[in-house]
């Protein structure tokens, strides 16, 4: 289910208070139950802002993740421990190399390593094309 922005929040409250019915919202702001645990946020605690998070704090901030997916979009073959060591969290605290991978991963990237290996030509992979294939029998 997507999240609704602040903006949105007070754009589907200010159509409930225009008299519009909680489906009516909800089929416009392309949401099935948020709207009306919205209304129900705001007539219990008078606000719409977001509730406190159980869990651990991220390490790095949106704009990190950000930076982190761009380096890996300009530079495709930079490693994940590369990128931990170059990149400081919040509080100036080190990252690991599987948050850079799971940051890139929600992204759908991945940290690629350069291929240290034999450059073959065309002529190279069909005669060993035809090597396995004399050999195989």
């Keep these: 289910m997507p999240r609704l922005?602040?903006?949105?929040?007070?754009?589907?409250?200010?159509?409930l208070q225009?008299?519009?019915?909680?489906?009516?919202?909800?089929?416009?702001?392309?949401?099935?139950?948020?709207?009306?645990?919205?209304?129900?946020r705001l007539h219990e605690t008078n606000t719409v802002s977001d509730r406190p998070h159980s869990g651990r704090p991220r390490s790095t901030t949106q704009r990190q993740d950000r930076n982190l997916v761009r380096n890996h979009v300009n530079n495709r073959f930079l490693s994940a421990s590369a990128s931990s060591r170059q990149t400081r969290g919040r509080n100036n605290q080190r990252i690991s190399a599987n948050t850079v991978r799971?940051?890139?991963?929600?992204?759908?990237?991945?940290?690629?390593?350069?291929?240290f290996g034999p450059i073959?030509?065309?002529?190279?992979?069909?005669?060993?094309?035809?090597?396995?294939?004399?050999?195989?029998?």
Excluded at 21 to 36: A, G, K, Y
Excluded at 106 to 114: E, I, K, V
Excluded at 122 to 135: D, L, N
């Design 5 to 15: 922005s602040e903006v949105d929040r007070h754009r589907a409250l200010g159509l």
């Design 18 to 40: 225009a008299g519009l019915p909680i489906s009516e919202v909800s089929l416009r702001m392309n949401v099935n139950r948020t709207i009306f645990r919205l209304r129900q």
């Design 102 to 115: 799971r940051r890139l991963s929600t992204s759908g990237l991945s940290a690629r390593r350069p291929y």
């Design 120 to 137: 073959l030509t065309q002529r190279h992979r069909h005669q060993r094309t035809i090597w396995a294939q004399e050999h195989a029998a």
